[in-house]
């Protein structure tokens, strides 16, 4: 497979993304037919990055087919593991992203601070529990004598 013109970051970003994908179309020992150019096609359009299934024997095959596919749609190859083939084409019809704002940065005690009436509500909702002062069993002084050993010797 030759060198990808993708970006190193990019590419993997994108190896990352299809790992969880599954193979949108399988291809058979027949290699591709015009009707599996036409899903490919169908499949980038609708997805972008896709993976393929290649039932081909030979790793150099399977390369061969994975560039063969590239050049014929227009996609870029980007990775091939096993017979497992992924491609990707950016969508030209799709807007492009929009720069995410950052979110506030919320200072430490602002998730303290709260409305008086709701931290009213949260108080007769869920009243304090009490906790005794004392314990419920008696303990041992340490100056009580300590009970004989059950061990015998």
Do not use: F
Request: hydrophobic content about 40%.
């Amino acid at each position: 497979m030759p060198e990808s013109p993708l970006p190193g970051k990019t590419l993997r970003e994108l190896r990352a993304r299809a790992h969880a994908l599954k193979p949108v179309v399988w291809i058979s020992e027949n290699g591709a037919t015009p009707p599996v150019l036409r899903e490919i096609d169908r499949a980038l359009n609708s997805h972008e990055l896709i993976k393929i299934h290649a039932a081909v024997d030979g790793r150099a095959a399977r390369e061969a087919l994975l560039d063969d596919l590239c050049a014929n749609l227009g996609a870029q190859p980007v990775q091939v593991i096993g017979k497992m083939l992924v491609a990707y084409r950016p969508n030209p019809k799709a807007a492009p992203a929009q720069a995410q704002r950052p979110a506030a940065k919320r200072s430490p005690g602002a998730a303290a601070t709260k409305s008086p009436a709701k931290a009213a509500r949260k108080t007769a909702k869920y009243p304090a529990r009490k906790r005794p002062t004392t314990r419920a069993w008696p303990t041992p002084s340490r100056k009580s004598a300590k009970a004989p050993s059950r061990r015998t010797k």
